[in-house]
């Protein structure tokens, strides 16, 4: 880049024990003097933080990270409209100003990267997935109970079978469990979405299991008559399906009996409950 414009850098540090002296890069800083320009970037996530640091505060975290990101853009304001000394230094000083350099958690790199640009934004973009995020393990998104209802209440709203389910309180000689989706027509109809979209297989079948254990202690002396069903979530990785199929299994085999319906079965489940409902209205 022969003709690009000299800029220096610094990074930010979070040094999360100071008597360690361990830390992670949590944001960058980039002054190119010929232009007056001053950028920053900082981390606004704290999941890689968290696997290294369990304790870490998110709250003081985050209220740290957008003092430093306000502190910089004033700065850089001030460069920008008032016209200040270009010479006043590098990356490294005009951090400084941005945040004095103390005993706190956040420290700046020293001495200061130096190198040529002809934009200033992907340049400072690029330093930051560089020094900040270049080892970030992508955050997967795993579905919740929530999301397994969620389209089974669309339905019933589309079908104006919402109204007729209601909050159920099922109670054992030992426990109880609240179900947020029931009715009545003899016997309680509970309807359970459980998520299996989970990290490993153990996880899977662990959620199976308390959820076989919850339902017998409830069954044990249950003053009425209840019959679950379960709406359930694939995992996302195909190397659970067997997990997957095992957890199924384990459900199957409760005491209570549950009817089990996979998301591919949707349609099947609210209209079993149309049939009954409309045959069948509630009798509390």
């Given at each position: ?101 103390d005993d706190s958690s956040l420290r ?27 080892y970030d393990i992508p955050t997967i ?102 997990a997957y199929e095992a957890a199924l ?36």
């Open positions: 880049m022969k003709n690009g414009e000299p800029y220096s850098y610094t990074v930010l540090k979070y040094v999360h024990d100071v008597v360690t002296g361990e830390f992670v890069n949590v944001g960058v800083i980039l002054f190119a003097p010929a232009s007056n320009l001053l950028r920053v970037r900082v981390r606004t996530t704290i999941g890689r933080l968290r696997s290294l640091f369990p304790d870490l505060n998110r709250e003081a975290f985050t209220r740290a990270m957008h003092a430093v990101e306000r502190s910089v853009s004033n700065l850089a304001r001030s460069l920008e409209q008032e016209g200040l000394i270009r010479s006043e230094g590098d990356a490294v000083v005009l951090a400084s100003h941005a945040l004095p350099i700046w790199s020293s001495p200061a990267g130096t190198g040529l640009t002809d934009n200033v934004s992907k340049t400072v973009d690029r330093l930051f997935e560089r020094f900040v995020t270049r998104h795993r579905r919740s109970d929530e999301d397994i209802w969620r389209p089974v209440r669309q339905k019933l709203v589309e079908r104006n079978l919402s109204s007729f389910l209601e909050e159920k309180k099922i109670r054992g000689d030992f426990d109880e469990i609240v179900f947020k989706h029931a009715w009545k027509n003899g016997l309680w109809h509970v309807y359970e979405p459980v998520s299996f979209d989970l990290a490993d297989a153990d996880g899977i079948k662990t959620k199976a299991r308390e959820w076989r254990g919850h339902l017998s202690a409830v069954a044990d002396g249950a003053t009425e008559e209840f019959k679950p069903h379960f709406i359930v979530g694939a995992p996302a990785r195909p190397e659970l399906r067997g299994k384990i459900l199957q085999k409760t005491s209570t009996s549950p009817e089990i319906f996979e998301e591919n079965q949707i349609d099947d489940l609210v209209s079993k409950i149309e049939r009954e409902v409309r045959i069948h209205p509630s009798a509390g």
